[in-house]
Protein backbone atom coordinates (compact mmCIF):
# COMPACT_ATOMS: atom_id res chain seq x y z
CA UNK A 1 0.00 0.00 0.00
CA UNK A 2 1.13 3.72 -0.67
CA UNK A 3 3.22 5.24 2.40
CA UNK A 4 0.77 8.59 1.48
CA UNK A 5 -2.91 9.17 0.83
CA UNK A 6 -2.43 12.31 -1.08
CA UNK A 7 0.31 14.07 -2.88
CA UNK A 8 2.50 15.61 -0.38
CA UNK A 9 1.77 18.71 1.05
CA UNK A 10 3.97 21.96 1.78
CA UNK A 11 5.39 22.23 5.44
CA UNK A 12 6.39 25.11 7.12
CA UNK A 13 8.97 25.67 9.49
CA UNK A 14 7.60 28.58 11.35
CA UNK A 15 6.36 32.11 11.23
CA UNK A 16 8.19 34.13 8.58
CA UNK A 17 10.05 31.23 6.96
CA UNK A 18 9.95 30.02 3.72
CA UNK A 19 8.13 26.74 3.11
CA UNK A 20 9.56 23.49 2.05
CA UNK A 21 7.95 20.71 0.01
CA UNK A 22 8.87 17.42 0.72
CA UNK A 23 10.14 15.12 -2.19
CA UNK A 24 8.91 11.90 -2.49
CA UNK A 25 11.39 8.90 -3.04
CA UNK A 26 11.52 6.72 -6.24
CA UNK A 27 10.59 4.03 -3.34
CA UNK A 28 7.16 6.17 -2.57
CA UNK A 29 6.59 6.87 -6.73
CA UNK A 30 6.71 3.19 -7.03
CA UNK A 31 4.46 3.05 -4.26
CA UNK A 32 2.13 5.53 -5.41
CA UNK A 33 2.70 3.09 -8.86
CA UNK A 34 1.41 -0.04 -7.52
CA UNK A 35 -1.38 1.33 -5.67
CA UNK A 36 -2.82 2.92 -9.13
CA UNK A 37 -1.94 -0.69 -10.53
CA UNK A 38 -3.72 -2.72 -8.04
CA UNK A 39 -6.94 -0.17 -7.83
CA UNK A 40 -7.37 -0.65 -11.81
CA UNK A 41 -7.10 -3.79 -11.27
CA UNK A 42 -9.66 -4.45 -8.61
CA UNK A 43 -12.07 -1.99 -10.65
CA UNK A 44 -11.72 -4.35 -13.38
CA UNK A 45 -12.14 -7.58 -11.69
CA UNK A 46 -15.70 -5.65 -10.04
CA UNK A 47 -16.40 -5.12 -13.60
CA UNK A 48 -16.02 -8.20 -14.80
CA UNK A 49 -18.14 -10.09 -11.94
CA UNK A 50 -20.90 -7.13 -12.55
CA UNK A 51 -20.84 -7.95 -15.89
CA UNK A 52 -21.32 -11.67 -15.52
CA UNK A 53 -24.60 -11.73 -13.13
CA UNK A 54 -25.49 -8.45 -15.63
CA UNK A 55 -25.49 -11.01 -18.80
CA UNK A 56 -26.77 -14.18 -15.91
CA UNK A 57 -30.03 -11.79 -15.38
CA UNK A 58 -30.25 -10.67 -19.20
CA UNK A 59 -30.26 -14.27 -20.86
CA UNK A 60 -32.48 -15.15 -18.01
CA UNK A 61 -35.23 -13.06 -18.72
CA UNK A 62 -35.18 -13.74 -22.61
CA UNK A 63 -34.73 -17.88 -21.25
CA UNK A 64 -38.00 -16.95 -19.17
CA UNK A 65 -39.40 -15.07 -22.32
CA UNK A 66 -38.62 -18.51 -24.17
CA UNK A 67 -39.77 -20.85 -22.19
CA UNK A 68 -42.73 -19.18 -20.71
CA UNK A 69 -44.32 -17.35 -23.35
CA UNK A 70 -43.40 -19.22 -27.03
CA UNK A 71 -41.65 -16.10 -28.07
CA UNK A 72 -40.08 -18.31 -30.31
CA UNK A 73 -43.32 -19.67 -31.90
CA UNK A 74 -45.89 -18.00 -34.13
CA UNK A 75 -48.60 -17.89 -31.25
CA UNK A 76 -47.66 -15.38 -28.33
CA UNK A 77 -49.64 -15.95 -25.23
CA UNK A 78 -50.06 -12.55 -23.55
CA UNK A 79 -48.38 -10.18 -25.71
CA UNK A 80 -48.92 -7.33 -23.23
CA UNK A 81 -46.34 -9.17 -20.69
CA UNK A 82 -44.06 -9.99 -22.63
CA UNK A 83 -44.19 -5.82 -24.08
CA UNK A 84 -43.44 -5.29 -20.64
CA UNK A 85 -40.72 -7.91 -19.62
CA UNK A 86 -38.72 -7.45 -23.19
CA UNK A 87 -39.09 -3.36 -21.79
CA UNK A 88 -37.56 -3.95 -18.53
CA UNK A 89 -34.65 -6.24 -20.24
CA UNK A 90 -34.05 -3.30 -22.25
CA UNK A 91 -33.73 -1.13 -19.83
CA UNK A 92 -31.71 -3.28 -17.64
CA UNK A 93 -29.66 -3.63 -20.36
CA UNK A 94 -29.14 0.19 -21.22
CA UNK A 95 -28.27 0.62 -17.53
CA UNK A 96 -25.76 -1.85 -17.52
CA UNK A 97 -23.88 0.15 -20.20
CA UNK A 98 -23.97 3.54 -18.53
CA UNK A 99 -22.74 1.46 -15.27
CA UNK A 100 -20.17 -1.43 -17.95
CA UNK A 101 -18.81 2.37 -19.06
CA UNK A 102 -18.39 4.04 -15.81
CA UNK A 103 -16.18 1.16 -14.49
CA UNK A 104 -14.41 1.33 -17.66
CA UNK A 105 -13.31 5.56 -17.67
CA UNK A 106 -12.79 4.58 -13.58
CA UNK A 107 -10.13 1.64 -14.89
CA UNK A 108 -8.81 3.88 -17.16
CA UNK A 109 -7.51 7.05 -15.19
CA UNK A 110 -6.65 4.94 -12.78
CA UNK A 111 -4.28 3.54 -15.07
CA UNK A 112 -3.19 6.61 -16.69
CA UNK A 113 -1.92 8.06 -13.08
CA UNK A 114 0.05 5.03 -13.22
CA UNK A 115 1.61 5.36 -16.29
CA UNK A 116 1.81 9.08 -15.30
CA UNK A 117 4.00 7.99 -12.50
CA UNK A 118 6.12 5.53 -14.41
CA UNK A 119 6.70 7.91 -17.23
CA UNK A 120 7.85 11.15 -15.24
CA UNK A 121 9.23 9.35 -12.06
CA UNK A 122 10.44 5.99 -12.45
CA UNK A 123 12.86 6.23 -15.50
CA UNK A 124 14.00 2.37 -14.72
CA UNK A 125 10.72 1.28 -14.65
CA UNK A 126 10.03 2.34 -18.18
CA UNK A 127 12.93 0.55 -19.49
CA UNK A 128 11.73 -2.86 -18.44
CA UNK A 129 8.04 -1.80 -19.45
CA UNK A 130 8.88 -0.40 -22.65
CA UNK A 131 11.35 -3.16 -23.61
CA UNK A 132 14.29 -0.64 -23.69
CA UNK A 133 12.03 1.51 -26.59
CA UNK A 134 11.59 4.62 -25.19
CA UNK A 135 10.27 6.31 -27.85
CA UNK A 136 7.00 4.25 -27.48
CA UNK A 137 4.47 5.95 -25.17
CA UNK A 138 1.30 5.18 -23.26
CA UNK A 139 -2.33 5.23 -24.47
CA UNK A 140 -4.53 7.17 -23.04
CA UNK A 141 -7.95 5.91 -24.00
CA UNK A 142 -11.33 6.77 -22.85
CA UNK A 143 -12.50 3.26 -22.05
CA UNK A 144 -10.38 -0.13 -22.08
CA UNK A 145 -10.72 -2.50 -24.81
CA UNK A 146 -12.55 -4.75 -22.93
CA UNK A 147 -15.34 -2.43 -21.47
CA UNK A 148 -16.04 -1.52 -25.31
CA UNK A 149 -16.46 -5.66 -26.03
CA UNK A 150 -18.94 -5.74 -22.72
CA UNK A 151 -20.59 -2.65 -24.24
CA UNK A 152 -20.69 -4.76 -27.56
CA UNK A 153 -22.69 -8.11 -25.62
CA UNK A 154 -25.47 -5.35 -24.11
CA UNK A 155 -25.99 -3.89 -27.18
CA UNK A 156 -26.49 -7.45 -28.85
CA UNK A 157 -28.94 -7.98 -25.33
CA UNK A 158 -30.84 -4.48 -25.97
CA UNK A 159 -31.51 -5.48 -29.74
CA UNK A 160 -32.75 -8.63 -28.72
CA UNK A 161 -34.80 -7.36 -26.20
CA UNK A 162 -36.02 -4.64 -28.68
CA UNK A 163 -37.23 -6.66 -31.13
CA UNK A 164 -39.20 -8.37 -28.96
CA UNK A 165 -40.69 -5.29 -27.64
CA UNK A 166 -41.50 -4.29 -31.29
CA UNK A 167 -43.43 -7.47 -32.16
CA UNK A 168 -45.28 -8.01 -29.06
CA UNK A 169 -46.41 -4.55 -29.81
CA UNK A 170 -46.84 -4.89 -33.25
CA UNK A 171 -49.34 -8.15 -31.99
CA UNK A 172 -51.16 -5.45 -29.18
CA UNK A 173 -51.73 -3.10 -32.00
CA UNK A 174 -53.20 -5.58 -34.61
CA UNK A 175 -55.68 -6.99 -31.94
CA UNK A 176 -57.00 -4.67 -30.83
CA UNK A 177 -57.45 -3.29 -34.68
CA UNK A 178 -59.03 -6.87 -35.19
CA UNK A 179 -61.17 -5.42 -32.08
CA UNK A 180 -62.02 -1.94 -33.22
CA UNK A 181 -63.40 -3.18 -36.75
CA UNK A 182 -65.16 -6.44 -35.31
CA UNK A 183 -67.36 -4.77 -32.71
CA UNK A 184 -68.22 -1.66 -35.29
CA UNK A 185 -69.35 -4.33 -38.06
Same mark, same amino acid.
Given at each position: ?94 ? *????? &? =????? !?????? +?? %?? /? ?13 ? *????? &? =????? !?????? +?? %?? /? ?32
Amino acid at each position: MCRFSRPPQSTFLGKGKTPKTAIPSDADYLDLWKHFQQDAADIKQKMWTIASFLYTGLASILGYLVKDYGILTSSWQSPSIIAFISLSGFAAAIY *GRFML &T =SYGKH !IQTSWN +RA %NY /IRDKHLIYLNLVWYL *GNLKT &T =SSQNK !IPNETT +RL %NI /ILSVFKVLFFIVFAIALFILVKANVCECTATSN
